[in-house]
């Protein structure tokens, strides 16, 4: 058993495990990468008991807060054996962010959570500058965290994060609206591949394809195959806002993670509604193929698995959808319409074609 004396005999929390010393060496490190996403309303300094915003001064006028935490779930496990630890801090931005979009909330601000058994200043950096670039994509403030050294609660090397993100929105312009009905024409946009549901069934596909994680990445891309699954989870935030500002059409938009689309539409829909997809409008992204045809599953277990290609869904009002498709292009989504609101008689996700992955 290793010492976990001082000089003089007495015991030491170093000596058990956590280094103070390296907790404040990370706490410096990370404050220029923090600084960077102040925004109205946030002056994004930390190393306070509590992050301060002034909601006042973000503009708001009579304002509903909205708060969404998640984490990333086992596409951890990649980062880690990989060693590429640049990219699941925008994940872990994305998951939560994403879900203040869909009520129509702008996101203000952004705490996180990391916790490991070591703390590995230079890893633990990285993951943080990764949160504070997704952040800054989002528009968001990095305004406090916490950093948890805990010995022999994780293995040597691994970590866990957790996200907490508040937004807010205009009373009268929360979504989803209650006037959906059958005709509105629901939109979907591209998704940036996996993003960061079903990795225990990724993980056990690329086993059962016996590659390496620095193996060429078998679905079209100059990627290694851990690298190319890492591929951060697109955050819609600003697209979907601009859409939501300069149009007026837009009334419920739906984040496809965990359950994919028959999970998530039913979420924002009545009970009189249902969604009518047609799967071969879906985008066709090579890996969702690759994990399909290497794993053998089916369509209906992609479909609950995967975002499959669609990471957010617009419904919107016919007379609306070009302006509102126009917008988010010009935004630099890829749009595709998908299908149309229809009475329900079962299910709420009824589904057409098969995928064209």
Same mark, same amino acid.
């Given at each position: 058993?290793?010492?976990?004396?001082?000089?003089?005999?007495?015991?030491?929390?170093?000596?058990?495990?956590?280094?103070?010393?390296?907790?404040?060496?990370?706490?410096?490190?990370?404050?220029?990468?923090?600084?960077?996403?102040? /925004?109205?309303?946030?002056?994004?300094?930390?190393? !306070?008991? !509590?992050?301060?915003?002034?909601?006042?001064?973000?503009?708001?006028?009579?304002?509903?807060? =909205?708060?969404?935490?998640?984490?990333?779930?086992? *596409?951890? *496990?990649?980062?880690?054996?990989?060693?590429?630890?640049?990219?699941?801090?925008?994940?872990?931005?994305?998951? #939560?962010?994403?879900?203040?979009?869909?009520?129509?909330?702008?996101?203000?601000?952004?705490?996180?959570?990391?916790?490991? +058994?070591? $703390?590995?200043?230079?890893?633990?950096?990285? =993951?943080?500058?990764?949160?504070?670039?997704? #952040?800054?994509?989002? +528009?968001?403030? $990095?305004? @406090?965290?916490?950093?948890?050294?805990?010995?022999?609660?994780? %293995? *040597?090397?691994?970590?866990? $994060?957790?996200?907490? %993100?508040?937004?807010?929105?205009?009373?009268?312009?929360?979504?989803?609206?209650?006037?959906?009905?059958?005709?509105?024409?629901?939109? +979907?946009?591209?998704?940036?591949?996996?993003?960061?549901?079903?990795?225990?069934?990724?993980?056990?596909?690329?086993?059962?394809?016996?590659? %390496?994680?620095?193996?060429?990445?078998?679905? @079209?891309?100059?990627?290694?195959?851990?690298?190319?699954?890492?591929?951060?989870?697109?955050?819609?935030?600003?697209?979907?806002?601009?859409?939501?500002?300069?149009?007026?059409?837009?009334?419920?938009?739906?984040? &496809?993670? +965990?359950?994919?689309?028959?999970?998530?539409?039913? /979420?924002?829909?009545?009970?009189? #509604?249902?969604?009518?997809?047609?799967?071969?409008?879906?985008?066709?992204?090579?890996?969702?193929?690759?994990?399909?045809?290497?794993? !053998?599953?089916?369509?209906?277990?992609?479909?609950?698995?995967?975002? #499959?290609?669609?990471?957010?869904? =617009?419904?919107?009002?016919?007379?609306?959808?070009?302006?509102?498709?126009?917008?988010?292009? /010009?935004?630099?989504?890829? =749009?595709? /319409?998908?299908?149309? &609101?229809?009475?329900?008689?079962?299910?709420?996700?009824?589904?057409? !074609?098969?995928?064209?992955?």
């Amino acid at each position: 058993m290793s010492d976990t004396s001082s000089a003089g005999g007495g015991l030491t929390y170093a000596g058990a495990g956590v280094d103070i010393d390296a907790g404040n060496a990370l706490v410096k490190r990370i404050k220029p990468m923090v600084k960077a996403t102040a /925004r109205s309303g946030a002056d994004s300094d930390i190393g !306070g008991f !509590g992050g301060l915003f002034d909601l006042k001064a973000a503009g708001f006028t009579d304002p509903v807060l =909205v708060a969404a935490n998640d984490g990333v779930g086992t *596409k951890l *496990k990649i980062a880690i054996d990989t060693g590429i630890h640049d990219t699941v801090g925008i994940d872990l931005v994305a998951m #939560c962010v994403n879900d203040l979009v869909v009520q129509g909330a702008e996101p203000l601000f952004f705490l996180d959570y990391f916790a490991t +058994g070591a $703390l590995d200043v230079e890893a633990a950096a990285t =993951v943080i500058g990764g949160i504070a670039e997704g #952040c800054r994509i989002a +528009g968001a403030a $990095l305004i @406090g965290g916490e950093t948890a050294e805990m010995p022999g609660m994780y %293995a *040597k090397g691994d970590y866990d $994060l957790a996200g907490f %993100a508040v937004g807010a929105a205009e009373r009268d312009a929360i979504l989803p609206r209650p006037d959906v009905q059958p005709g509105d024409v629901v939109l +979907g946009l591209a998704s940036a591949g996996v993003h960061s549901n079903g990795f225990s069934l990724v993980r056990r596909i690329v086993e059962r394809s016996g590659l %390496a994680w620095d193996a060429p990445a078998p679905f @079209g891309t100059n990627l290694t195959l851990g690298r190319a699954l890492l591929a951060p989870t697109r955050i819609y935030v600003k697209p979907l806002l601009a859409a939501l500002k300069e149009t007026t059409g837009i009334k419920a938009l739906a984040h &496809i993670t +965990g359950g994919g689309l028959p999970e998530n539409l039913p /979420r924002v829909l009545p009970d009189t #509604c249902a969604a009518h997809i047609d799967l071969s409008a879906v985008p066709a992204l090579p890996v969702f193929d690759w994990l399909a045809t290497t794993g !053998g599953v089916e369509q209906a277990e992609m479909l609950r698995t995967f975002n #499959c290609g669609i990471g957010m869904v =617009v419904v919107v009002s016919p007379e609306d959808a070009d302006s509102v498709t126009e917008v988010l292009t /010009r935004q630099g989504e890829t =749009v595709a /319409r998908l299908g149309f &609101i229809e009475h329900r008689l079962a299910d709420y996700v009824v589904f057409d !074609g098969t995928l064209s992955v």
